[in-house]
């Protein structure tokens, strides 16, 4: 019997490079019953499916062995109805057995349970329902900040890197100026040995080296010296090598200088010192990069607001959102945020939506509308009845499916994960190698020294850790800036591959209903309006999609239907009634040839009308011919500039449609569309997408409901909709809004992301791949004997910068 797999999400503040990320993915994996693990340098967080065995509270301690311990927070619940042992142990093991819960501790005296769970892996709501679940009532008495966002968290991590950058600054500026003086400025070398004296010097760089180590430095040590113990080294065990190798030896100098032959007594503080303060004003960069790669959901949590005006039998009062619930009225200010979803049951405005669907303009609103949670009433006063709170909203399944596609991987990972397991062993064993060849070479122990302090600091298995997963944070937070959302980071490749979009017609690149297109008059005795005027008295009752189009184009035009009477249905060919006295026929040519009506003089008018896809309507007065109109699913605004875009982008458009061969031959031709497939139910175009699959990987693009088959059949399901009723389970893309040049967007987005990793990973191997030899003195480019290891610090720590600040670049995508 399959047992059921749970999923739960860690937050591992202790990850800093793609070695570490490898390191917690397989401790995760050893652990029996763990199906998949998935480790994110980018968030800090390791998602896991497991089954028993393994638990969250096993997971966790497995890391904590490994040495990345998660992130915990802890709750503490008042709870009511506990009245003997028996129930504190159910209470303890419905919390027990909820995902990410590590520990609980219920007290029947206190009437209280004290929860500790992971960070990030479980909200304290869903612990309140598991305690309801198992019969009794809790609220939540104090708790832990919930999870910040990416950006919120890497902006906290920046400010505590910037102390230590400004105190590491402080401390090495002296060691510097003594260190680098002394050598470049003769006048310099002077003064300090006939003031303080070169020993007095070396003493004075030995102290403030020691304290930049023990202070700011000591990030390094903590992590990196337990790493290298338990071996596992990682990059922080790279640098806590390197600088402790030049601090350690500089000291001997300055010590017990007779231990070291006389051409041997130089030191290096400040290479260790500048080391440090170097690599941390990288990772203040990359921190506060990282920062603003991750500012899209930021901007997504800002648009909740915190209180509403709720109706209540007293009067209006303002609620916390938390409090809402379904079925709540809500007063909606003009100018004011929405709370929640809901629908509108009083007034009439706008709605700016743009911050959430990218449409610039305004959505009108009126009774029966739907609101949806963060986006900006207009100059009108409403109120709407909430149909969903916290999590079911549309903003906060947004936000997580964000967040979800951030956390991914795509399958390009799978090459830096095997070269970053190996990466920081291979460059120790390069280091050691580097140190033996010098010494062998007859270098002196001093060179070999240095050279190999500068394997170990120039080597950066950061960027490779870092080179993908910020691309996929900015480039999925630009597309939820843009309405499009990623479900997965993987559709970024997939659909960066597609060779074939196919386009299902009504709803996606058509309106999804038809309108009025084209009216020629037949006879001088009728005005256009008078024409629609009683074409739609005729259809007042009417439910064709016909008649509908008709009655939306009188009241486009504020035109009131004429008064008819004794409408008679004529099944296949159209309808007659009596309006205002006279005989009016509506329908199509086959009505009128059998009431010997002569459309001799517009029969050329409706051939042509017929072959762009349009249905001709005729009408006729009193037995002569009135007018000839035209109705048709009219297409998008922009649906020829999407096709086009797509086009010129390299893709093949296909169009597929249950509609009849003709009506999507035309649209089709309209829309320069040369591989058509019509008259297919939805099982067909399932069969239609494996067709294209046969010539190259193929996204599908469909309304989200009736398409689903054919979405889930694709390489890449593009679900277009209005934002609240998308098919979020059926396709790996959604677009909040109907525009179909979003679909153009999203394939550019894709391809823009893709580029970037690729540069980042070619920045990443070539930076390692040639500055490695450089650093060993087997390549020199300037002259020298290898590379000074302050140097050395500065270009790896330009590595992480260049790689971000490249990733950066993907905000200003689809614009």
Same mark, same amino acid.
């Given at each position: 019997?399959?047992?059921?797999?749970?999923?739960?999400?860690?937050?591992?503040?202790?990850?800093?490079?793609?070695?570490?990320?490898?390191?917690?993915?397989?401790?995760? %994996?050893?652990?029996?019953?763990?199906?998949?693990?998935?480790?994110?340098?980018?968030?800090?967080?390791?998602?896991?499916?497991?089954?028993?065995?393994?638990?969250?509270?096993?997971?966790?301690?497995?890391?904590?062995?490994?040495?990345?311990?998660?992130?915990?927070?802890?709750?503490?619940?008042?709870?009511?109805?506990?009245?003997?042992?028996?129930?504190?142990?159910?209470?303890?093991?419905?919390?027990?057995?909820?995902?990410?819960?590590?520990?609980?501790?219920?007290?029947?005296?206190?009437?209280?349970?004290?929860?500790?769970?992971?960070?990030?892996?479980?909200?304290?709501?869903?612990?309140?329902?598991?305690? %309801?679940?198992?019969?009794?009532?809790?609220?939540?008495?104090?708790?832990?900040?919930?999870?910040?966002?990416?950006?919120?968290?890497?902006?906290?991590?920046?400010?505590?890197?910037?102390?230590?950058?400004?105190?590491?600054?402080?401390?090495?500026?002296?060691?510097?100026?003594?260190?680098?003086?002394?050598?470049?400025?003769?006048?310099?070398?002077?003064?300090?040995?006939?003031?303080?004296?070169?020993?007095?010097?070396?003493?004075?760089?030995?102290?403030?080296?020691?304290?930049?180590?023990?202070? @700011?430095?000591?990030?390094?040590?903590?992590?990196?010296? @337990?790493?290298?113990?338990?071996?596992?080294?990682?990059?922080?065990?790279?640098?806590?090598?390197?600088?402790?190798?030049?601090?350690?030896?500089?000291?001997?100098?300055?010590?017990?200088?007779?231990?070291?032959?006389?051409?041997?007594?130089?030191?290096?503080?400040?290479?260790?010192?500048?080391?440090?303060?170097?690599?941390?004003?990288?990772?203040?960069?990359?921190?506060?990069?990282?920062?603003?790669?991750?500012?899209?959901?930021?901007?997504?949590?800002?648009?909740?607001?915190?209180?509403?005006?709720?109706?209540?039998?007293?009067?209006?009062?303002?609620?916390?959102?938390?409090?809402?619930?379904?079925?709540?009225?809500?007063?909606?200010?003009?100018?004011?945020?929405? *709370?929640?979803?809901?629908?509108?049951?009083?007034?009439?405005?706008?709605?700016?939506?743009?911050?959430?669907?990218?449409?610039?303009?305004?959505?009108?609103?009126?009774?029966?509308?739907?609101?949806?949670?963060?986006?900006?009433?207009? @100059?009108?006063?409403?109120?709407?009845?909430?149909?969903?709170?916290?999590?079911?909203?549309?903003?906060?399944?947004?936000?997580?499916?964000?967040?979800?596609?951030?956390?991914?991987?795509?399958?390009?990972?799978?090459?830096?994960?095997?070269?970053?397991?190996?990466?920081?062993?291979?460059?120790?064993?390069?280091?050691?190698?580097?140190?033996?060849?010098?010494?062998?070479?007859?270098?002196?122990?001093?060179?070999?020294?240095?050279?190999?302090?500068?394997?170990?600091?120039?080597?950066?298995?950061?960027?490779?850790?870092?080179?993908?997963?910020?691309?996929?944070?900015?480039?999925?937070?630009?597309?939820?800036?843009?309405?499009?959302?990623?479900?997965?980071?993987?559709?970024?490749?997939?659909?960066?591959?597609?060779?074939?979009?196919?386009?299902?017609?009504?709803?996606?690149?058509?309106?999804?209903?038809?309108?009025?297109?084209?009216?020629?008059?037949?006879?001088?005795?009728?005005?256009?309006? %008078?024409?629609?005027?009683?074409?739609?008295?005729?259809?007042?009752?009417?439910?064709?999609?016909?008649?509908?189009?008709?009655?939306? %184009?009188?009241?486009?035009?504020?035109?009131?239907?004429?008064?008819?009477?004794?409408?008679?249905?004529?099944?296949?060919?159209?309808?007659?009634?009596?309006?205002?006295?006279?005989?009016?026929?509506?329908?199509?040519?086959?009505?009128?040839?059998?009431?010997?009506?002569?459309?001799?003089?517009?029969?050329?008018?409706?051939?042509?009308?017929?072959?762009?896809?349009?249905?001709?309507?005729?009408? *006729?007065?009193?037995?002569?011919?009135?007018?000839?109109?035209?109705?048709?699913?009219?297409?998008?605004?922009? *649906?020829?500039?999407?096709?086009?875009?797509?086009?010129?982008?390299?893709?093949?458009?296909?169009?597929?449609?249950?509609?009849?061969?003709?009506?999507?031959?035309?649209?089709?031709?309209?829309?320069?569309?040369?591989?058509?497939?019509?008259?297919?139910?939805?099982?067909?175009?399932?069969?239609?997408?494996?067709?294209?699959?046969?010539?190259?990987?193929?996204?599908?693009?469909?309304?989200?409901?009736?398409?689903?088959?054919?979405?889930?059949?694709?390489?890449?399901?593009?679900?277009?909709?209005?934002?609240?009723?998308?098919?979020?389970?059926?396709?790996?893309?959604?677009?909040?809004?109907?525009?179909?040049?979003?679909?153009?967007?999203?394939?550019?987005?894709?391809?823009?992301?893709?580029?970037?990793?690729?540069?980042?990973?070619?920045?990443?191997?070539?930076?390692?791949?040639?500055?490695?030899?450089?650093?060993?003195?087997?390549?020199?480019?300037?002259?020298?004997?290898?590379?000074?290891?302050?140097?050395?610090?500065?270009?790896?720590?330009?590595?992480?910068?260049?790689?971000?600040?490249?990733?950066?670049?993907?905000?200003?995508?689809?614009?």
């Amino acid at each position: 019997m399959n047992q059921a797999i749970s999923h739960t999400t860690f937050i591992i503040d202790g990850m800093h490079c793609g070695a570490c990320t490898g390191r917690v993915e397989r401790a995760l %994996e050893a652990e029996e019953g763990v199906t998949a693990a998935s480790a994110n340098l980018m968030a800090r967080s390791a998602r896991v499916e497991f089954a028993a065995p393994a638990t969250p509270a096993t997971l966790a301690e497995a890391l904590s062995k490994a040495g990345y311990p998660v992130n915990q927070a802890e709750a503490r619940l008042e709870i009511e109805g506990m009245t003997c042992a028996t129930c504190t142990g159910r209470v303890e093991r419905a919390l027990a057995s909820t995902p990410g819960v590590i520990a609980a501790s219920v007290n029947l005296a206190t009437q209280s349970a004290a929860v500790t769970y992971a960070q990030g892996a479980v909200a304290p709501s869903e612990l309140v329902r598991a305690v %309801e679940g198992a019969g009794y009532h809790a609220r939540v008495h104090s708790q832990a900040e919930a999870p910040a966002p990416v950006a919120d968290r890497q902006a906290a991590e920046a400010e505590q890197i910037k102390r230590n950058v400004l105190i590491s600054g402080v401390l090495t500026l002296p060691v510097f100026v003594l260190a680098m003086g002394v050598h470049m400025i003769p006048a310099f070398h002077h003064w300090v040995a006939g003031t303080i004296g070169e020993r007095t010097s070396w003493w004075i760089q030995f102290v403030l080296t020691a304290l930049v180590l023990a202070f @700011p430095g000591r990030v390094f040590l903590r992590i990196g010296i @337990p790493a290298l113990l338990r071996g596992a080294p990682e990059m922080n065990s790279l640098v806590a090598l390197g600088s402790l190798a030049a601090f350690l030896y500089s000291a001997v100098v300055t010590i017990a200088p007779t231990l070291l032959p006389a051409s041997a007594r130089e030191v290096y503080f400040e290479a260790a010192a500048v080391i440090v303060t170097l690599i941390l004003l990288g990772r203040w960069l990359e921190a506060r990069a990282k920062g603003r790669a991750g500012q899209a959901i930021s901007r997504l949590v800002g648009l909740r607001p915190t209180t509403a005006k709720v109706e209540r039998a007293s009067g209006v009062i303002e609620l916390p959102v938390e409090e809402l619930a379904p079925g709540d009225i809500i007063q909606l200010a003009p100018g004011e945020r929405v *709370a929640v979803d809901g629908e509108v049951i009083e007034g009439h405005g706008w709605i700016d939506e743009s911050m959430l669907t990218g449409e610039p303009a305004p959505v009108e609103k009126t009774p029966g509308a739907k609101v949806t949670g963060g986006t900006v009433n207009g @100059p009108s006063a409403l109120s709407f009845r909430v149909t969903a709170t916290g999590g079911d909203t549309v903003l906060s399944r947004i936000i997580a499916l964000v967040e979800e596609a951030q956390g991914g991987k795509l399958p390009v990972q799978a090459l830096v994960d095997k070269v970053t397991r190996v990466f920081v062993p291979v460059v120790m064993a390069l280091s050691v190698l580097t140190f033996a060849i010098w010494m062998l070479a007859g270098q002196g122990f001093t060179h070999a020294l240095v050279a190999a302090i500068s394997v170990m600091i120039i080597a950066c298995p950061c960027a490779m850790g870092l080179a993908t997963p910020v691309s996929i944070l900015v480039g999925t937070g630009r597309g939820a800036e843009l309405g499009l959302l990623f479900r997965r980071g993987d559709a970024l490749q997939r659909l960066s591959e597609v060779e074939i979009v196919a386009f299902d017609k009504t709803g996606t690149l058509t309106e999804g209903h038809p309108a009025l297109t084209d009216l020629l008059p037949a006879s001088p005795l009728f005005t256009p309006d %008078e024409i629609i005027a009683m074409a739609a008295g005729a259809e007042a009752r009417s439910e064709h999609p016909l008649a509908q189009a008709i009655l939306t %184009e009188a009241e486009a035009r504020a035109i009131t239907p004429a008064k008819a009477r004794g409408a008679k249905a004529l099944p296949g060919r159209g309808l007659s009634a009596k309006v205002d006295g006279r005989e009016v026929l509506l329908g199509n040519a086959r009505a009128m040839e059998e009431a010997g009506v002569d459309c001799a003089m517009l029969a050329p008018a409706a051939q042509a009308l017929a072959s762009e896809g349009k249905t001709p309507v005729w009408l *006729a007065v009193d037995g002569t011919l009135a007018a000839l109109m035209a109705v048709s699913d009219p297409l998008k605004k922009y *649906a020829h500039d999407a096709v086009a875009a797509l086009q010129f982008d390299g893709a093949e458009v296909a169009l597929i449609s249950g509609d009849t061969k003709a009506t999507v031959e035309a649209v089709g031709r309209q829309l320069g569309i040369l591989r058509v497939i019509a008259g297919v139910l939805p099982e067909g175009k399932v069969e239609a997408v494996n067709s294209l699959r046969e010539r190259g990987p193929t996204a599908f693009v469909g309304d989200g409901i009736n398409d689903a088959p054919a979405l889930a059949a694709a390489d890449v399901g593009i679900a277009i909709g209005t934002g609240t009723d998308v098919a979020i389970e059926a396709a790996e893309v959604v677009l909040m809004h109907g525009d179909p040049q979003g679909v153009a967007r999203a394939f550019a987005l894709s391809r823009a992301t893709m580029r970037n990793i690729k540069q980042n990973l070619f920045w990443a191997f070539a930076y390692n791949t040639a500055l490695i030899p450089v650093a060993m003195g087997i390549l020199v480019p300037f002259g020298g004997p290898g590379l000074s290891p302050m140097l050395a610090a500065g270009a790896m720590a330009f590595s992480s910068v260049f790689v971000v600040t490249n990733a950066l670049r993907l905000r200003r995508a689809g614009a």
